[in-house]
């Protein structure tokens, strides 16, 4: 019988958020707006966040409380995604906001953000605690945790605890990332660093944790011998939307696949780590990520496919390429599209192809991860294709993990058709979220910014899973750099992307699955 696992801390599990200020760099920019203002206002909502709490946002703008108050209400009111807006509670959370303009490369500003935190410390009674967010352009992280450094603003005092939460990307490449690390860590040590990957906070990838080591039925499958191949989706309707100038200088590659598909890939592959505990989770994480096999230069064109989305017509509307985007180059030669062929070289997953593509301007949003399991060994039945048309194998089945929009597990078996003979047809079981559970289900940043507050690093990532994951990626960008010079745009926008990439699986006699 299952017993209690004495190592595990049941309070960890009640997520009682401390008193604390939440202090963010970057307050005018579009994530404060979209997301964390929206999340913290939330959680005060659900009435998740204690007595003692505050927010100070930090940006060059000039503007009073009153100003960020007032823009704030504006956000809150937009980006709530189904949750009501109540006025009342909202007065009442304001009085904790307050802003500080100031540059990160001015010193003087963390003189003024420390005296400002322990006036707050009074009035709010946050205790000292404090979480400083880094929402701003990259290049001003490691200036940021230098400047909080030596204003004594990164050091625990007194009880009172102080972590630094660091948006993607961490790095350009695999040498800027290493650098970032160094400047992070003059001043904070590792486990005050919470550095965040959104997918990693949402349900549904949670979910695959609990779908596979809380369930006995499928983990005995889960393996080389019986799963054929995995690929994992997440396709974007979207262009760039105003965000070409950054997108340029990333791609899909960058902006999707270092970060947040390999953090699925290592949830739908890793171990089971012995207990749910931070270390313990993401030391299974990085070592799967330290599994990934790194390509040679010269293996990338098989292993890996890059994408532009072009100019096209879709639904009566014309749709720019995206070298048309404002603030993109004419010429710009970015990866709107990214398809690559993971390998993984542990006992578990030889011989298995994950594939992972990612794109903007795709026919749909939708993220999922298929799991294709073997063939049967002898066909004994016909089997009816989506069509009608009769074929003779019966389908392979297939294990769907629905990420988004629609949030759900679909197992694809084949059935007996009703009627004379044994016509087999491919259907489906499904579970989905809403109709499961109904009500709200908390957005990522709702989860990990609780997280962060409580403590919790089990769903941030950490050092050596943010580099084994460039080393696993930076070939690829090195490959790409050197050889695709004249290709783009190779696929319209509104499609499924560039042709290469279709022919990358049927080299391995397999086909990306439609979502
Ligand atoms: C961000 C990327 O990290 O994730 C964006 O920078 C992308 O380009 C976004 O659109 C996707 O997140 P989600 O939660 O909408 O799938």
Same mark, same amino acid.
């Given at each position: 019988?299952?017993?209690?696992?004495?190592?595990?801390?049941?309070?960890?599990?009640?997520?009682?958020?401390?008193?604390?200020?939440?202090?963010?760099?970057?307050?005018?920019?579009?994530?404060?707006?979209?997301?964390?203002?929206?999340? $913290?206002?939330?959680?005060?909502?659900?009435? =998740?966040?204690?007595?003692?709490?505050?927010?100070?946002?930090?940006?060059?703008?000039?503007?009073?409380?009153?100003?960020?108050?007032?823009?704030?209400?504006?956000?809150?009111?937009?980006?709530?995604?189904?949750?009501?807006?109540?006025?009342?509670?909202?007065?009442?959370?304001?009085?904790?906001?307050?802003?500080?303009?100031?540059?990160?490369?001015?010193?003087?500003?963390?003189?003024?953000?420390?005296?400002?935190?322990?006036?707050?410390?009074?009035?709010?009674?946050?205790?000292?605690?404090? $979480?400083?967010? $880094?929402?701003?352009?990259?290049?001003?992280?490691?200036?940021?945790?230098?400047?909080?450094?030596?204003?004594?603003?990164?050091?625990?005092?007194?009880?009172?605890?102080?972590?630094?939460?660091?948006?993607?990307?961490?790095?350009?490449?695999?040498?800027?990332?290493?650098?970032?690390?160094?400047?992070?860590?003059?001043?904070? /040590?590792?486990?005050?660093?919470?550095?965040?990957?959104?997918?990693?906070?949402?349900?549904?990838?949670?979910?695959?944790?609990?779908? =596979?080591?809380?369930?006995?039925?499928?983990?005995?499958?889960?393996?080389?011998?019986?799963?054929?191949?995995?690929?994992? #989706?997440?396709?974007?309707?979207?262009?760039?939307?105003?965000?070409?100038?950054?997108?340029?200088?990333?791609?899909? $590659?960058?902006?999707?696949?270092?970060?947040?598909?390999?953090?699925?890939?290592?949830?739908?592959?890793?171990?089971?780590?012995?207990?749910?505990?931070?270390?313990?989770?993401?030391?299974?994480?990085?070592?799967?990520?330290?599994?990934?096999?790194?390509?040679?230069?010269?293996?990338?064109?098989?292993?890996?496919?890059?994408?532009?989305?072009?100019?096209?017509?879709?639904?009566?509307?014309?749709?720019?390429?995206? =070298?048309?985007?404002?603030?993109?180059?004419?010429?710009?030669?970015?990866?709107?599209?990214?398809?690559?062929?993971?390998?993984?070289?542990?006992?578990?997953?030889?011989?298995?192809?994950?594939?992972?593509?990612?794109?903007?301007?795709?026919?749909?949003?939708?993220?999922?991860?298929?799991?294709?399991?073997?063939?049967?060994?002898? /066909?004994?039945?016909?089997?009816?294709?989506?069509?009608?048309?009769?074929?003779?194998?019966?389908?392979?089945?297939?294990?769907?993990?629905?990420?988004?929009?629609?949030?759900?597990? /679909?197992?694809?078996?084949?059935?007996?058709?009703?009627?004379?003979?044994?016509?087999?047809?491919?259907?489906?079981?499904?579970?989905?979220?809403?109709?499961?559970?109904?009500?709200?289900?908390?957005?990522?940043?709702?989860?990990?910014?609780?997280?962060?507050?409580?403590?919790?690093?089990?769903?941030? #990532?950490?050092?050596?899973?943010?580099?084994?994951?460039? #080393?696993?990626?930076?070939?690829?960008?090195?490959?790409?750099?050197?050889?695709?010079?004249?290709?783009?745009?190779?696929?319209?926008?509104? #499609?499924?992307?560039?042709?290469?990439?279709?022919?990358?699986?049927?080299?391995?006699?397999?086909?990306?699955?439609?979502?």
């Amino acid at each position: 019988m299952a017993q209690a696992n004495p190592f595990q801390d049941p309070l960890r599990f009640e997520r009682r958020v401390p008193s604390c200020a939440v202090v963010i760099f970057g307050a005018n920019g579009d994530l404060t707006k979209r997301k964390l203002l929206p999340s $913290l206002y939330r959680l005060a909502f659900e009435r =998740r966040l204690p007595q003692g709490f505050a927010v100070v946002g930090i940006s060059r703008t000039a503007m009073s409380d009153d100003d960020f108050r007032q823009k704030m209400e504006a956000s809150v009111k937009e980006f709530l995604e189904n949750s009501p807006f109540d006025q009342a509670l909202w007065d009442d959370f304001c009085r904790g906001l307050f802003y500080l303009a100031g540059d990160v490369a001015d010193e003087g500003m963390y003189g003024r953000l420390a005296a400002r935190l322990e006036e707050i410390a009074k009035s709010r009674q946050t205790a000292g605690n404090a $979480l400083f967010y $880094l929402s701003t352009q990259p290049d001003h992280y490691g200036p940021a945790a230098g400047g909080l450094g030596r204003a004594g603003l990164a050091k625990s005092s007194n009880g009172a605890w102080r972590r630094l939460v660091v948006e993607k990307p961490f790095g350009h490449d695999e040498t800027s990332a290493r650098e970032l690390e160094t400047q992070l860590h003059e001043h904070f /040590s590792e486990d005050q660093l919470y550095r965040i990957d959104h997918y990693l906070g949402k349900e549904t990838v949670q979910n695959i944790l609990a779908f =596979r080591f809380g369930n006995p039925l499928f983990e005995p499958l889960w393996n080389r011998r019986y799963i054929n191949h995995v690929q994992i #989706t997440a396709a974007e309707s979207i262009g760039v939307e105003g965000r070409g100038a950054y997108y340029q200088g990333a791609g899909a $590659l960058r902006d999707m696949i270092q970060n947040h598909l390999l953090q699925v890939l290592s949830t739908v592959a890793m171990e089971p780590s012995a207990v749910f505990e931070p270390t313990a989770v993401r030391d299974e994480r990085a070592k799967l990520l330290r599994s990934i096999r790194v390509y040679r230069p010269n293996e990338v064109p098989d292993y890996a496919v890059a994408g532009q989305y072009g100019p096209a017509r879709v639904g009566g509307k014309d749709l720019p390429g995206f =070298r048309e985007e404002p603030g993109v180059d004419a010429q710009a030669m970015t990866d709107t599209y990214a398809a690559v062929t993971f390998q993984i070289e542990n006992w578990r997953w030889a011989g298995v192809p994950f594939y992972v593509r990612t794109g903007k301007r795709m026919p749909k949003r939708v993220t999922d991860i298929a799991i294709r399991f073997n063939p049967v060994p002898h /066909s004994l039945f016909v089997t009816e294709g989506d069509g009608g048309a009769a074929i003779d194998t019966a389908r392979p089945n297939m294990l769907i993990l629905r990420i988004q929009p629609e949030e759900g597990i /679909s197992l694809r078996f084949s059935s007996k058709q009703p009627g004379a003979g044994m016509k087999l047809r491919p259907v489906s079981m499904d579970f989905n979220y809403g109709t499961s559970f109904g009500g709200r289900t908390p957005t990522a940043y709702e989860t990990l910014l609780v997280d962060a507050m409580v403590g919790d690093a089990t769903l941030y #990532t950490r050092q050596d899973m943010v580099e084994a994951s460039w #080393t696993a990626v930076q070939p690829i960008l090195d490959g790409w750099n050197d050889h695709k010079a004249g290709q783009f745009p190779n696929y319209p926008a509104g #499609t499924w992307g560039p042709k290469a990439s279709d022919d990358m699986l049927a080299r391995n006699g397999h086909e990306w699955r439609v979502p």
